[in-house]
């Protein structure tokens, strides 16, 4: 979230956040990729408002959650099985010391790094949590897939009955396309008559671009998998942890 909201405001855009996009079946995905490295601790990268580090949790998988967002970890806290799980609010380049055999980014995680450096640190961090061939697992949108171009209020309004909110409505829509960076508006309408306007920007990086970063950072790359629920439109990158390789 943006760093000029106050705290009420990060609190009612964390509690719409799972009404809002009930459906978390693209998780599956990831929990079975854990399951098919046999994992046992797994780092969760943007953990957001918890419901795949909880997830893991319910099925015995030890896991610490980082985001930096506190209104999103401090709701996260509250759900049930949430003792379960480590949760940090923070980045992966400020973790303390850990040795786990599997990371993730799921969603958009991937694409909110702006910056190279930024990027490489933040795989760099992910790296050193894990333990020597540990695994790193995340998603990002092909960019000559252009699904930017959907993102418009007819397509992407959505609504939801929210506890302590009453009725919400939100929808995007893109303000500038920058070369790989695409940056969009998003509307959430609250039955008390606030309005929260934020805007996000996300980097589209291209299949050979996220190669370079990974080897940089001390990965191979085992495979690139397509998203099953958004076939054609996203790569999932399955990467290892290079044993030796040096900053």
Request: with cysteine.
């Amino acid at each position: 979230m943006p760093d000029d909201l106050d705290s009420d405001h990060r609190a009612r855009l964390a509690a719409v956040y799972d009404p809002l996009d009930p459906d978390r079946s693209d998780l599956e995905v990831y929990a079975d990729i854990v399951a098919e490295f046999r994992a046992r601790r797994v780092l969760d990268v943007g953990c957001g408002t918890g419901t795949f580090a909880l997830m893991l949790a319910g099925r015995g998988i030890r896991v610490v959650a980082v985001d930096p967002d506190e209104a999103s970890v401090d709701l996260a806290r509250h759900k049930p099985g949430a003792d379960a799980v480590e949760w940090i609010v923070g980045d992966a380049t400020t973790l303390p010391a850990l040795s786990v055999e599997l990371a993730t980014m799921t969603a958009n995680v991937a694409q909110v790094f702006l910056d190279d450096a930024e990027w490489e640190a933040t795989l760099r961090g992910i790296r050193e949590a894990l333990v020597p061939g540990g695994v790193l697992v995340f998603e990002s949108r092909r960019p000559e897939r252009r699904a930017w171009e959907e993102w418009t209020p007819e397509r992407t309004r959505v609504s939801a009955e929210v506890e302590g909110y009453g009725h919400v409505e939100a929808w995007n829509e893109v303000l500038e396309v920058a070369g790989p960076l695409v940056t969009f508006r998003s509307t959430n309408a609250f039955d008390d008559g606030t309005t929260l306007v934020v805007e996000e920007t996300l980097r589209w990086r291209t299949r050979e671009e996220l190669e370079a970063s990974l080897a940089a950072a001390g990965f191979e790359v085992l495979e690139v998998r397509d998203a099953p629920d958004r076939p054609g439109r996203e790569y999932v990158f399955i990467a290892r942890a290079v044993e030796g390789a040096e900053d």
